[in-house]
């Protein structure tokens, strides 16, 4: 049975806070994404994490806290430009890769060295840390592969009767993952674009590397585990058409067409402003090109959204890669799984 706690219910947060203290799974919000929380010292309880997800061993979870002191447990060294970074974007949604102490099972780190670790902003999310006294592992609260959570519905579509809590916190507000950072390298790397965007991380510590492995393939060893996996994917077919707005909607009308022709029924993901553009049975905007910060906040959604819907395959507009139009993108192109027409 998953106990749904509301955001008001004090005493439901205190209970929550118990059970990851005994080893008990809580879904929480974050603003980045809902979080599946376990107690990161419990190898058992992060095993369960794992099989919650259905989530590949080899990929590693995230270690979230509240306090910076929760920090000299967890890793080995805290480098000069990670105090500045984390002074700057703490709590906040950007995660860094450090060393790891060797008390952080092999469990979370998938036989890593290093270990990911971010402080979340969300009220709800650092006082359910703080009331449980321990450190959490938490990776996006969603089966593995399907689009992350970022409302507490969400997480029970997916996960409702696999663990103990659910902490309602109402929609996230950033709604794409962390940026993750990995500062153990002579030139910091982004492993994942997200929350905290690159302009935002340069302007505080100077040039990072380029984020070639960001591309990475199938058979090489990509430097953060996840990125490999297909993810964030709706049910049907994704396909992203990419090129001027007037030839993309045309392309992508022809498309549903020629779909239609077929029998097959075609969604279009798009943007609030062409959304009337477009004649197709499921027409589903992620939010408003005129706000980035909208399309990270909606596209989570929209995907799920199309699995509402009966539709065969989807064809989504591409979007600027600016800002925090980059994980976006990421994202997208994931969902996808690299599947882009270019015109
Ligand atoms: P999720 O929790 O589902 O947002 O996924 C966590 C992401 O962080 C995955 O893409 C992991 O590959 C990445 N990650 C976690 N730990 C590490 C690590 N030690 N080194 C590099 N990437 C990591
Ligand atoms: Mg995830």
Redesign the pocket.
Known sequence: MTRIIHADDEQGLKQAAEGLRSGQLVAFPTETVYGLGADALNTAAVKRVFEAKGRPSD????VHIAEFSQLSELVREIPPQARVLMEAFWPGPL?L?FKKSPRVPDAI?AG?D???IRMPQNPMALRLIREARVSVA???ANRSGRPSPTTASHVAEDLNGRIEYIIDGGPCTVGV?ST?L?ITVPVPMI??PGGVTREMLEAVIGPIAADTVLEVSKDQKP?????KYRHYSPRAELVIVRGETGKVTEKINALVREKQEQGLKAGVLTCAENRERYNAPVVIPAGSIKEPSSLAAGLYQALRGFDETDVDIIYSEAFQEEGIGQAVMNRLKKAASGKIIDI
């Open positions: 990929n590693p979870l995230i995660t890769v780190t890593l290093t270990v990911a938490a990776p996006s993952e993750v990995d492993l994942r430097r953060s585990p996840g990125m």
